[in-house]
């Protein structure tokens, strides 16, 4: 069973302060990786893709991958109420050309 | 601007009924998707397609069908509706990366439809 394992949550930082999600996978061939964004009642929306070892940022998003540990991670900087939601982990390529989503950690931004 | 639509974004059905969802992207994607959301448990994908006429299982299509006539149009089947089919269903579509290693580019996502079987 191909599993994407992310930190359990809930996950609450105050405003200004770095967010830090982590995700881990098992299925070492994966190719892609993907942070979606899913506030409550909403389909979830892509924040970042990563197909390469090292970081990669976007804004005050930075996405970091590292293929011999499996693990991919998302930092979020100076955090806003509005990044409020539930933030999903997606990996896919691979063995078995699934798709494999986290359960997801719902991060809180305090004011 | 992509667009996902699903046909509901609420429906309520009754054991035993055969249930249809259906979902159009106008983004010319080669795959579509289908999961279901349920609390604590993530999302789980029932069951995709990368063709016209083609379909592959997900995780759990027990208890589901699809059907892919059009590119544009993927629809998911309830043959007959359970109570623990009772979930939000997310239809989502993306282009191919690459082929010769089975990556996916990112997925648009539809809004969702709220089945309830009573």
């Known amino acids: 069973q191909k599993e994407v394992e992310q930190n359990s949550g809930p996950l609450s930082v105050p405003e200004g302060a770095i967010a830090s999600l982590n995700c881990t996978y098992s299925d070492r061939v994966s190719q892609s990786f993907f942070w979606y964004r899913q506030y409550s009642g909403k389909s979830p929306e892509l924040i970042m893709s990563?197909?390469?070892?090292g970081d990669k940022e976007d804004g005050r998003f930075t996405a970091q991958l590292n293929k011999a540990s499996q693990y991919v991670s998302l930092l979020i900087r100076d955090s806003q109420p509005s990044d409020s939601a539930t933030y999903l982990c997606?990996?896919?390529?691979?063995?078995?050309?699934?798709?494999?989503f986290g359960k997801g950690t719902l991060l809180t931004v305090n004011p | 601007d992509v667009k996902v639509t699903q046909s509901s974004r609420y429906l309520v059905k009754r054991t035993g009924e055969k249930v249809f969802l259906e979902c159009v992207q106008d983004?010319?994607?080669?795959?579509m998707f289908w999961y279901r959301q349920d609390p604590g448990l993530g999302l789980r994908l029932i069951y995709f397609s990368y063709d016209v006429k083609m379909k592959e299982k997900g995780d759990i299509p027990e208890g589901y069908s699809v059907s892919r006539e059009k590119k544009e149009r993927f629809s998911l089947i309830l043959e007959s509706a359970s109570t623990n089919q009772t979930s939000m269903y997310l239809c989502?579509?993306?282009?191919?990366?690459?082929?010769?290693?089975?990556?996916?580019?990112?997925?648009?996502f539809g809004p969702g439809t709220r089945l309830t079987v009573l």
């Open positions: 983004m010319d994607h080669e795959n």
């Open positions: 990563i197909y390469s070892n």
């Open positions: 997606m990996n896919s390529g691979g063995s078995n050309y699934k798709l494999t």
């Open positions: 989502a579509s993306s282009s191919w990366t690459s082929l010769r290693d089975g990556s996916y580019n990112e997925q648009f």
